[in-house]
Each structure stands twice: as structure tokens, then as C-alpha cells.
């Protein structure tokens, strides 16, 4: 539950104020762009598993052991680790209901083998889209997504695969987690004209833009730094005093910033 706070109130509202800021421009450089969508890609991942983290607390409290969320999704190599690894529960429901079935249709029908490929994903995804909303950026999200599993399933790439090696794993990543913060890009757009125009405009920021630019991704990297150091306690010194003392400081940070703002959870939109 401390976790959870903390990830609402100090790190999901502090970065929403910048993230809010870039969105807001009607004529950001695509260098600006980038910055938002970078603090947005943090920003929903504090936010979506704060929400997560207290249910689990509070159900704790209870006698129940729900269902884990999210597992690292920003590590993941390709859109199917993705999947496995965000939103786990919708994940899992999309796969059962939607994609399974979807296959076993295709298979008995005996579709063309890459359109039994690429329907399933595609279908799965665009319910997904559907489910966060009716807007057309939602809709597209889920086909983007639809679309790059069943790229990545074509070319062999499955949700298992491992890289033979550290530099391909590191080069997997990046391609991946840029198709991420591309697809929180579009998420967050306003709409699909005002990022498609943003798109259209040089990439190269002004002066001002530069300077905005660097503070959103400065500031987004000094509110993922708790994450990134809760990872390495829970791996290398779960259950110590050094484990007890993060914890004391999270309680003292959110004791700081609680009142600083007063935001909904994202998902209560959906």
C-alpha cells in the first residue's frame, strides 16, 4: 500500500504536470513530443500499478491474494512479453476470450495461414482499444499494437523468444520500448490530427522547446529512480534494513507531496 501511494502521489501527479504541459502545446517540435511521451510512459505506468498495488493491499488486509498486474513491462523484448507483462488480468481475458477463439476459427476454417496470423492479434488489440474508450485514438492504439504483434509473430518472433546474445537482447529492447513510448505517444495525443500534424513538423526544437524538453526528461528520470532502486532491493536485498529504510522514505516523500496535488486515477477513466 506505501508503494502504492507513493507511486500515485509522488511520482504519477508530480510527472502529469509536465506531461499535461507538452500535450497541451498545439505546436510541440517532435524532440518535445518525445519528452512527453516519455513522462507519459512513466507516468501511466506509476499510475495504472499504484491503482493495482493498493486493491492488492487492501485485499491483503482482507484474507485475499489477488492477481499481480504488472511484471517489469518496460523490459519486455517484444509486443507479446508486453502484453503478458501490462495489465496482466485484461491481458489474459483478451487472450481467452478474444484472440483463442479467434485462432481456433481461422485453423478450422482453414484461412490463409497469414491471415490465421494476423487476425487473432489484430481482433484481441482492437477490444482492447475499444475497452480504454470510443475515441479513435484508442481504436488505432489497438490496432497499432494488433498490427505489431502479428509483424513480430510473422517474422518468428513469439512472446518466448530470447535473444542469442547480450547485444541483440539490448538492441530488442530498445526497437521495442520505442514502439512503447511511440504507442503512449499515441494514447495521450489530443487527437489523431493534432498528432499527426505534430508528426509533420521538424523534429528539432527551438530554444524554449530544447530547454522544456530537457527538464521533462530529466525530471521523469529523477521520478522512475525509486522504481529502479525498489527493483534492485527487491533482487539483491529483499528483507534487510536497507529494504526498511526505502520504505521509511517513500512514507516521508508522501507525507511531502500529498497535498501538492489532487488527481483522479487514469484508470477510473476506463
Known sequence: MVLGFFKKIVIANSVQVLVNRVFGFSEPSGFLLLSGALGYTLQILADFSAYTDLSRGFAYLLGFETS????????????????????????????????????????????????????????????????????????????????????????????????????????????MFAFIVFGWAIFRAPSLAWLAHVLSLPFLPNHNDFILALITMTLTLVYASPLWIHAALQRFAKETWLQ????????ALIVIYINST???????QF
Open 244 to 251: 526498511a529504510g526505502f520504505y521509511a522514505c517513500l512514507c
Open 262 to 268: 489532487n488527481s483522479d486515477f487514469i484508470y477510473f
Open 68 to 175: 499481480e498486474n504488472f511484471q517489469q513491462p518496460y523490459l519486455s523484448l517484444t509486443p507479446t512479453d508486453f502484453w503478458n507483462r501490462w495489465h496482466i488480468t485484461l491481458s489474459t481475458w483478451l487472450r481467452d476470450y478474444i484472440f483463442f477463439p479467434t485462432r481456433r476459427f481461422a485453423l478450422r476454417h482453414k484461412i490463409n495461414e497469414t491471415l490465421a496470423t494476423a487476425i487473432p492479434p489484430i481482433m484481441a488489440m482492437f477490444v482492447s482499444g475499444l475497452w480504454h474508450g470510443a475515441g479513435w485514438n484508442f481504436v488505432i492504439w489497438g490496432l497499432y499494437y494488433g498490427a505489431l504483434i502479428a509483424a513480430y509473430q510473422m517474422l518468428g518472433i513469439h512472446g518466448s523468444w530470447k535473444p542469442n546474445s547480450k547485444l541483440k537482447a539490448f538492441a530488442a529492447w530498445l526497437i
